[in-house]
């Protein structure tokens, strides 16, 4: 394999596409690597990732939240690191915003374009991996949104403190970042719950760990059809990732539960940071 990072990524690319089994090996619970994401986000699976979401709920349940947070700031040139199959793309877009869509799964990257053209919208897309973002994007944002749970894929403090720093200098002087993850302290601290009213909506899917500790959070999802299919994912601590957050050099740091101001810390399913680089929102 190469050691350049846009041949690595090619090559992870043309894997993904071709792959239809995910590949864990004989230890599943030992894969710790940011990596290994190629080998988990098979077509397969990319192709029903949509049922897992479940568009029509996902968009009732957040409501105009991320909308109303760029419009109240100004922010219209909007770069989506974590495209997906494109939902938040496609929503902000639809909204008038200017929205550049990057993944580095290829496979991903393709459903996105597809959900859009469907929806009769054009994605301005871009395969890039996050901890080498600005070798492939190019220009400044008014604003970075990494969304579906998607930062908790890195699982070397290395390389989400590089990613961050990607983020940031892809922002403009007065940009803001929106990131969100599970509330991963909850399931650590008092087991695993869920409202299934956020994120994964998909009435007939089920989404759950099969495995936690503080390194890895093995989560399942099994479809109606009787298919599984599993992601390893590293279980972040909110006030961890608020601190790297503020240690990338971001001013202020406001931290949501389900998309409101004030909660319980074990209520909520996912937490959603929204970061500034200067001050004119106060931290909170």
Known sequence: MSSNPTEILREQAERSLRAVRQDFGREPTAIRETG????????????????????????????????????????????????????????????????????????????????ATDRHLILKTIHADWRWLNREVHGKFD???????????????????????????????????????????????????????????????????????????????????GSEFRLNMFPLRKNYTRRLIREAGFASVKTYGDFQETYQEADPDFFVHVAEKHMDHPDA
């Open 143 to 225: 604003a970075i949104i990494c969304l579906g749970n998607s930062f908790t894929h890195l699982f070397d403090e290395q390389d989400r403190r590089r990613a961050l720093a990607e983020f940031y200098a892809a922002l403009k002087h007065d940009g803001i970042l929106i990131l969100d993850q599970r509330n991963y302290d909850a399931i650590l601290d008092h087991g695993f719950s869920t409202k299934h009213k956020y994120y994964y909506c998909g009435d007939d899917v089920v989404a759950e760990p099969e495995h936690v500790d503080e390194g890895l959070a093995r989560f399942q999802y099994t479809f109606p059809d």
């Open 36 to 115: 290994h994401y190629q080998a988990e986000y098979v077509q397969s699976f990319v192709e029903k990732w949509d049922e897992l979401i479940d568009w029509d709920s996902r968009a009732e349940s957040e409501g105009r939240f991320f909308i109303e947070q760029l419009k109240a700031r100004g922010k219209m040139k909007v770069l989506d690191v974590a495209t997906g199959t494109g939902f938040h793309s496609i929503q902000l877009a639809d909204a008038g915003f200017e929205v550049t869509s990057v993944d580095g799964n290829a496979a991903m990257l393709a459903k996105a374009f597809e959900n």
